[in-house]
């Protein structure tokens, strides 16, 4: 009798990521030392990659599920913990019920095959998330901060979240001290209709709660509050 298959989330299970011939995890270090086809690859669903979570296959942070491949992200350094931590802050303090904000602890799906870590959430206080994480469309910000990603942040992420509908994106740009600003998303075109970049003497406020008042260089860590 010929022996089936086994299914490719048997072998990482058992074995590791490694164990795939094609090797799933498109690390940084794979992507140097290997050539591979995409099309070679096995696309795994959200629903195998958060088993493979669970099980301890994949690290608790830093993996990303885009179009079924398993990416790395790059390591989030010192300053990039204190930018989220000073913007959580500042929208803890002035949410007064209105919204609940999730920072860096929560895998968003955006399809099927499609997953993301973002840096922060602001969704909304429509409903209750205690059985189900924020899903995209109760999202009315998402922040993403980026210092050797900002190439990834501004173009391959930001066009997965307006897919998805996200109505503001916020990148925190560490490279040149601003922060980049979409809007109104065009799902069609892919796009966001209204783009702007804010200087370090800004203040940034979110289109669906102006009276929150978030000061750019505070969170840059330019000027201590």
């Known amino acids: 009798m010929r022996r089936r298959a086994r299914h490719p989330l048997d072998i990482v299970l058992e074995r590791g990521i490694d164990a795939l011939d094609g090797v799933p995890l498109l690390s940084r270090r794979h992507q140097r030392s290997m050539a591979i086809s995409l099309e070679d690859l096995h696309r795994f669903t959200v629903q195998e990659f958060e088993r493979m979570g669970h099980a ?3 690290p608790e942070r830093g ?3 885009v179009d079924g491949l398993v990416l790395e992200m790059s390591p989030r350094g010192d300053r990039h913990a204190y930018a989220v931590g ?3 802050e ?3 303090e002035q949410r007064r019920g209105r919204y609940r904000v999730n920072p860096e602890n929560m895998t968003l799906i955006l399809g099927p095959r499609d997953t993301r870590e973002p840096d922060l959430v602001l969704a909304r206080a429509n409903r209750s998330y205690a059985r189900e994480r924020p899903r995209p469309e109760d999202i009315a910000l998402l922040v993403e901060v980026a210092d ?3 190439r990834y942040d501004l173009e391959k992420k930001r066009k997965a979240y ?3 509908g996200i109505p503001e994106y916020w990148v925190v740009d560490l490279t040149h001290d601003c922060v980049h600003v979409f809007r109104e998303p065009n799902r069609f075109g892919e796009t966001y209709l209204t783009e702007h970049r804010f200087e370090a003497n800004a ?3 979110p289109v669906e709660f102006p009276d929150v008042e978030v000061p750019i260089d505070l969170v840059l860590g330019l ?3």
Do not use: A, D, I, K
Request: glycine share 8%; charged share 15%.
């Open 148 to 150: 050797s990603s900002l």
């Open 63 to 65: 993996v990303e599920l």
């Open 56 to 58: 301890g296959v994949l």
């Open 162 to 164: 307006v897919r998805s």
């Open 90 to 92: 500042l929208l803890v």
């Open 223 to 225: 000027r201590e509050g």
């Open 203 to 205: 203040v940034l406020s």
């Open 86 to 88: 000073v913007l959580t």
